[in-house]
């Protein structure tokens, strides 16, 4: 089983540390795969690839089972996860289950994405909790059966739908680069990323 957890990452934070960590714990066989995006295709990134995919070695490296993979920063132009899925179906082959993770919040946009319709031939699909976001599936994710029981999830390649109940974080991205413009002392992210930053002067003067 390959699970894939991907994101923007800018800056990697708690919350993605320790939603890393609870699909280590909920997929107990599974490599997991933390996936930069190259271009977000709803919006700019603030720093460049190279010191995001940096950071999110350091925040995720000793987590056993965990790689950050690089596959979609290799690729030219905006990062598609149905490209991403297609590329890692062909790694793994036809069998092998692919659990792609989203929050909440990521979730409830699927149908904005670059073809959508086409997720549940590929992958099955993980709901993380996200602190006060309320979860709405889209309709483009209809074909998809629930379960309640992850461990499903190793007997088929696709198809199926889950929630993971894990810790409310309330953190993101675009609060921490808040806080850096505001020159807040203490950022919600692991100590070695709060040093990277200040080391490389990141996110300053960012509105
Ligand atoms: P931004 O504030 O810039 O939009 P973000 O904090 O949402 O960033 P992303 O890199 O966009 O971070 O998120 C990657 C994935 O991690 C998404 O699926 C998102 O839903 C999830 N995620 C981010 N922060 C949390 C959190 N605090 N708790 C649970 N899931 C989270």
């Known amino acids: 089983m390959q699970v894939l957890f991907g994101g923007t990452f800018d800056p990697v934070h708690n919350g993605h540390v320790v939603m890393a960590e609870s699909l280590v714990k909920a997929f107990p066989r599974a490599i997991i795969h933390v996936i930069p995006n190259r271009q977000p295709p709803h919006r700019k990134s603030y720093v460049s690839s190279e010191h995001r995919l940096a950071m999110l070695g350091l925040a995720m490296e000793g987590i056993p089972r965990v790689l950050v993979n690089a596959i ?55 709901v993380l909790n996200r602190a006060s976001q309320s979860t709405v599936i889209p309709g483009v994710l209809s074909s998809y059966h629930s379960t309640d029981t992850l461990s ?15 810790p409310d974080i309330p953190v993101s991205s675009t609060e921490v680069r808040e806080l850096i413009a505001k020159n807040e002392p203490t950022l919600p992210v692991p100590s070695k990323i709060a040093d990277y930053i200040k080391r490389y002067h990141l996110y300053q003067g960012i509105e």
């Open 72 to 126: 979609e920063l290799g690729r030219d132009g905006p990062s598609f996860t149905v490209d991403t899925l297609r590329a890692l179906r062909e790694q793994f082959g036809g069998k092998e289950s692919l659990v792609l993770c989203l929050g909440a919040d990521a979730v409830r946009v699927v149908d904005e994405w670059y073809q959508p319709e086409l997720l549940p031939e590929l992958c099955h699909v993980c």
């Open 152 to 166: 499903d999830l190793n007997q088929k390649a696709c198809s199926l739908l889950v929630y993971l109940a894990t």
